[in-house]
């Protein structure tokens, strides 16, 4: 366990202003959507106290965020796919199964302990799936891309497991 806040990234820490930010749902939807950044912040929010788990092994408990619920935003599109790649500014892109976003499990969060999320820890907003390893929590996320077919991201071409339990300690594709 830590009592600090880690900072880990595969590059440069994107600083993207407000007034270009947006976020999208795509893909595979019956009409993409998406909300520039005071339409995004005017959506119904929840404050989530969970815990976090870094595949380098450290875990913070108890941590503090507020964002909407990955349920509220893909209520608004009709979809039959089963797998979402989430993509982000830098490039990022990370793969989870639909279902790992649904049934008050994912949010999009830009509040942490009641500050602004900072661009360090992936702000203004970032991908938070507290049940899976924290690079399944994608920063600087923009948009899900919904598909049929399960895509894997940037950990995950390099060689993480492809799903990411910390309970099952699924850090790489051999374990």
């Known amino acids: 366990m830590?009592?600090?806040?880690p900072v880990l990234s595969a590059g440069p820490t994107p600083h993207t202003k407000l007034e270009?930010?947006?976020f999208e749902l795509g893909g595979e939807v019956d009409d993409p959507i998406s909300w520039r950044w005071e339409e995004f912040l005017e959506l119904p929010t929840e404050t989530i106290t969970v815990d976090i788990h870094c595949?380098?092994?450290?875990?913070?408990?108890?941590?503090?965020?507020r964002g909407v619920s990955l349920d509220t935003l893909l209520g608004r599109v009709r979809t039959?796919?089963?797998?979402?790649?989430?993509?982000?500014?830098?490039?990022?892109?990370?793969?989870?199964?639909?279902?790992?976003?649904?049934?008050?499990?994912?949010?999009?969060?830009?509040?942490?302990?009641?500050?602004?999320?900072?661009?360090?820890?992936?702000?203004?907003?970032?991908?938070?799936?507290?049940?899976?390893?924290?690079?399944?929590?994608?920063?600087?996320?923009?948009?899900?891309?919904?598909?049929?077919?399960?895509?894997?991201?940037?950990?995950?071409?390099?060689?993480y497991h492809n799903y990411g339990d910390p309970w099952k300690e699924q850090r790489y594709w051999s374990d």
């Open 20 to 22: 270009a930010w947006s």
């Open 80 to 159: 039959e796919a089963e797998y979402v790649t989430a993509w982000c500014d830098g490039g990022y892109t990370t793969n989870l199964p639909l279902e790992d976003l649904t049934g008050g499990r994912a949010w999009i969060a830009h509040t942490y302990a009641g500050e602004p999320l900072e661009p360090e820890h992936g702000g203004p907003a970032r991908l938070l799936v507290p049940h899976l390893y924290f690079w399944k929590s994608a920063k600087w996320v923009r948009g899900l891309t919904l598909r049929s077919t399960d895509e894997p991201g940037f950990w995950e071409a390099a060689g």
């Open 55 to 65: 595949v380098t092994k450290w875990s913070k408990l108890d941590t503090s965020w």
């Open 2 to 5: 830590v009592d600090d806040f």
